[in-house]
């Protein structure tokens, strides 16, 4: 997939900024993979992490003007998600949950760790995702799309037969060789 | 704890929860405590993030759920990011008529609909109202969000009518929807309304009414300058031209949001039932005011409709020859009777009760989504389900989500799975459903994946008597909807092995995830299970003895 260049993103910009608003789905087109990664990757909820995903770009329309076409659009981009993100859990109806609170606080502990490894998969991991689950062991690869079809961790285990300990150590396991193998492409 | 056991177990409590206490704040300190557990757990949340986010990605050839299934095309009808996005952007753009007459804006909005509009056709705002006005995104083919329990006469859709996201106003009269998630809001005209999603409405102008049932907490009602997130309530809401407005709570709890011009949130304020706040933008306030609930519109709706039967129904179906026949017209010992004397026997399990209607009909309950409530039906069961048969009964759902309404089960030491599934879908991007659906799975042996399926569109109604019917004929699966045939197409002639029937639910494991259980809320009537299949102009017979049909 092709990435725009600062002077793309600055051209894109300048004609949204004069009207032509249609051109503002050129930057969700660039740019949504790697602010929905970001999102995702924080918040568990699917269809809550879709919305801040939205309300990212969202903001970012509003707030076209003020962006500074000398910086980084993924950062500034990024930047609005990391807000969204943090006011997601800070929204007092969420903070109750027990389980949502953990999360919260796992994410405040490794927020450093994982703002660090998503720079050092690189810009535009898509491609090289894809390549990487396609080597996963069907097993792995099986528990990803139970996964992605919403499953929890009983019904996985169900499905491929096995126990809920077993479960979270083969996912363990596919992360583990989708993150080596996604780090050896972008080296 | 070793480290691949802890960074297991962090997996379950950020995939699933369900820890104890201990158990995280052991997790907790281990983190705070040990870089290098910090280091890989951040890697097993950047790839399970990176993995969601690839699975709905665009363009479609780099899809993930391509990949992981295989080229089925089960996604076919996937939306993308980009146009969800895009589209909730055109409905920013739009409040740009704000500051101008409320009776422009509304004729803009009708005209709008009457050219047919409906769907994301925006208008094109003046370039000079706004530095972001200009040609707006084409339409596309969106799943409907939300269905019309009713209205007044002035209303712009019938019952009945389901709803893409998009703009809906009124200038007169009122209209009552639901969303697919069971949230019901009655908008009072004049009012312009933008649905944005299944758990989200845009009120740009105009007052809303909105109830939230147990299961949807969380519904937002956006507005130019505020928004309310519920938190388990009924409340209503009122905005006005100049985005000033007021919000209350009638029961339950909500937050009120006030939003700055990049709709960042600024100040937040928790109502309570019989509170109200008002909101004024321009001086970036939020009070607390007295107000009266009748201020407020109502939620407008119809009273549930009664099942009126033919006087010959029952006669009828016994004519057929049912394997078990189970009418609903009480509980004794936890027991509801089978008009059929023989081993079948239903049993009433967690709050499954059963309900009177005003015109006298009973019913069998479904009410809770939070709880395991169902009804199991043992004994002679795998008899019905060896070769052909046929499934026949009245149902009324609450509102349209993915519920589970006969699912049979083998449940055994070696065996827990299912040989038969009848569910209802409503607007399931995923597979194309773009409003509402039914669906059936058989497997042999029993499972918890795979198998035949077979899915039908149709247009099921909340808050309506519908009869629904499945039968196997020489394995032909084929599904009925008020009489008519909704699905057909070949699924074997395997026997299926089960013991069990749920009735309301996937099956009755109380630990279940909503997800996982698909527990329907509603009312089910004239449950008949026929050991062949019955033909077409029986099914239709049965159908048209119902008063919803037709």
């Known amino acids: 997939m092709m990435m725009m260049d600062d002077k793309e993103v600055a051209d894109v910009i300048r004609a949204v900024l004069a009207g032509k608003s249609p051109e503002f789905s050129r930057l969700v087109r660039e740019f949504g993979l790697p602010v929905r990664s970001f999102i995702h990757a924080r918040v568990q909820n699917a269809a809550d992490a879709e919305d801040l995903a939205q309300e990212t770009f969202i903001a970012a329309f509003r707030g076209l003007a003020k962006f500074d076409t000398s910086q980084s659009f993924e950062a500034w981009l990024i930047g609005i998600a990391r807000h969204r993100v943090l006011g997601h859990f800070r ?30 998969i690189g810009h535009d991991p898509l491609t090289r995702l894809m390549d990487c689950v396609e080597k996963l062991p069907e097993r792995m690869r099986q528990v990803i799309r139970a996964r992605l079809r919403g499953e929890d961790g009983s019904m996985v285990a169900k499905i491929l037969n096995t126990t809920r300990g077993a479960i979270y150590m083969l996912q363990m396991r596919a992360n583990d060789q989708l993150k080596d193998c996604m780090m050896k492409g972008s080296s | 704890m070793n480290t691949p056991t802890t960074l297991a177990k962090l997996l379950e409590g950020w995939l699933d929860g369900g820890l104890s206490e201990t158990e995280q704040s052991d997790l907790l300190r281990q983190l705070d405590e040990d870089p290098e557990l910090r280091r890989h757990f951040a890697e097993q949340v950047a790839m399970l993030g990176a993995t969601r986010a690839a699975a709905d990605s665009n363009p479609r050839w780099l899809s993930l759920f391509d990949l992981l299934e295989q080229g089925d095309g089960s996604d076919k009808g996937l939306t993308s990011f980009e146009t969800v996005t895009m589209g909730r952007i055109d409905d920013i753009i739009r409040p740009a008529w704000r500051g101008r007459s409320v009776a422009w804006g509304l004729a803009a909005a009708v005209a709008l609909l009457l050219a047919g509009g409906f769907l994301l056709e925006s208008r094109r705002p003046n370039p000079a109202e706004s530095p972001l006005a200009g040609p707006v995104p084409k339409p596309v083919e969106l799943p409907a969000v939300a269905v019309v329990l009713g209205g007044s006469s002035e209303a712009v859709h019938a019952a009945g009518a389901f709803l893409k996201p998009g703009v809906i106003a009124q200038t007169e009269g009122w209209i009552t929807l639901q969303t697919f998630k069971g949230v019901s809001v009655t908008f009072d005209a004049p009012f312009e309304a933008a649905l944005t999603g299944r758990d989200r409405i845009r009120l740009n102008q105009g007052r809303a009414r909105v109830h939230v049932p147990p299961g949807a907490e969380g519904f937002r009602l956006e507005s130019p300058a505020f928004e309310v997130v519920d938190l388990g309530t009924e409340f209503a809401a009122n905005v006005n031209s100049d985005g000033t407005g007021t919000c209350r709570v009638f029961e339950g709890k909500a937050d009120v949001l006030l939003l700055d011009s990049m709709g960042e949130s600024k100040q937040t304020h928790r109502l309570n039932a019989s509170e109200s706040v008002r909101i004024n933008p321009s001086h970036q306030a939020l009070q607390v005011i007295e107000e009266q609930d009748s201020d407020y519109p109502a939620i407008k709706r119809a009273p549930r409709p009664t099942l009126r039967l033919a006087p010959s129904y029952a006669a009828d179906v016994m004519g057929m ?120 799975v058989l497997r042999d042996p029993p499972a918890w994946d795979g198998g035949p399926e077979i899915f039908g569109g149709a247009r099921l109604q909340p808050q309506r008597w519908h009869h629904l019917a499945m039968t196997r004929h020489n394995g032909t699966l084929t599904i009925f909807l008020d009489g008519d045939i909704v699905a057909r197409q070949t699924a074997g002639s395997m026997a299926l092995d089960c013991n069990e029937i749920y009735v309301g639910r996937l099956n009755g494991n109380a630990m279940q995830s909503r997800t996982e259980s698909r527990g329907m809320v509603g009312h089910i009537d004239e449950l008949a299970v026929f050991p062949r299949a019955l033909a077409e102009e029986d099914i239709r017979r049965l159908a048209m003895s119902g008063n919803r049909v037709k």
Request: charged letters at 20%.
């Open chain 1, 91 to 120: 929204s007092s109806g969420r903070r109750q949950k027990t389980n949502e609170l953990f999360r919260a606080e796992c994410l405040a502990r490794i927020e450093s760790e994982l703002s660090e490894i998503e720079g050092e």
């Open chain 2, 321 to 440: 020859a049912p394997a078990g026949y189970w009418r609903f017209e009480s509980i004794n010992g936890g027991q509801v009777s089978n008009e059929v004397p023989g081993v079948m026997r239903m049993q009433a399990l967690g709050s499954a009760a059963i309900a009177v209607e005003d015109a006298g009909n009973h019913s069998g309950e479904l009410t809770r989504l939070d709880q395991a409530e169902f009804f199991k039906i043992q004994g002679g069961t795998k008899a019905v389900f060896e070769r052909d048969f046929t499934i026949s009964f009245f149902a009324q759902l609450s509102w349209l989500q993915n519920f589970a309404m006969i699912s049979a089960m083998r449940y055994d030491r070696q065996i827990k799975g299912h040989s038969l599934i009848l569910q209802c879908y409503a607007s399931l991007a995923k597979i194309g459903i773009q409003e509402s659906a039914l669906h059936a």
